[in-house]
T-cell receptor, first 112, second 114 residues
């Protein structure tokens, strides 16, 4: 049982480059989330998708876009990467009306 | 708006000693509360959760937490620390609304010394 799978695990980008972080879950969860983790700041919500076909901004959405491709997949896109987007990115999923979120292993992104 | 405050970014205990990690929350509605643990270079794993049933919640690895509404607290405890407990711990609150978004505290790094 894979749970939440994120790809890639590591990535180095140059300023201005674009990339897409992929996330897939096999638990038939309705809700999916993207968080970023920075030292001393905990995890901050970038975007979330309460159900297939819907997406909403979280606390720190600037510089990011998302796509809920289907019920399983939720991708995060950086159109023009900036050094401030250097972070560890986590994807998570949960069932509607059940509150436990399951996390992927994270993507460590460095923008130089 | 909901928020979580974790007192102490770093806590150090001796092996066998009591572990106490503090969490206070702010929420306009009765909250769902969680503790997650993160080991180095890994994702977050759920330790325990409070969802308005029993106020004393038992989790994995011998951890427990007590919901105290009057103190708006949800502190995490373990009677006897083990070296394997060294990790970062996050308290989180859920909005209970559409999407069940989690708001996290800034984390507490637990160090366990011999």
């Amino acid at each position: 049982n894979a749970g939440v799978t994120q790809t890639p695990k590591f990535q180095v980008l140059k300023t201005g480059q674009s990339m897409t972080l992929q996330c897939a879950q096999d638990m038939n969860h309705n809700s999916m989330y993207w968080y970023r983790q920075d030292p001393g700041m905990g995890l901050r919500l970038i975007y979330y998708s309460a159900s297939e076909g819907t997406t909403d901004k979280g606390e720190v959405p600037n510089g990011y876009n998302v796509s809920r491709l289907n019920k399983r997949e939720f991708s995060l896109r950086l159109e023009s990467a900036a050094p401030s987007q250097t972070s560890v990115y986590f994807c998570a999923s949960s069932r509607i009306r059940d509150t436990e979120a399951f996390f992927g292993q994270g993507t460590r992104l460095t923008v130089v | 708006a909901q928020s979580v405050t974790q007192l102490g970014s770093h806590v150090s205990v001796s092996e066998g000693a009591l572990v106490l990690l503090r969490c206070n929350y702010s929420s306009s509605v009765p909250p769902y509360l969680f503790w997650y643990v993160q080991y180095p270079n890994q994702g977050l794993q759920l330790l325990l959760k409070y969802t308005s049933a029993a106020t004393l919640v038992k989790g994995i690895n011998g951890f427990e937490a007590e919901f105290k509404k009057s103190e708006t607290s949800f502190h995490l405890t373990k009677p006897s620390a083990h070296m394997s407990d060294a990790a970062e711990y996050f308290c989180a609150v859920s909005d209970r609304g559409g999407g069940n978004k989690l708001t996290f505290g800034t984390g507490t790094q637990l160090k366990v010394e011999l």
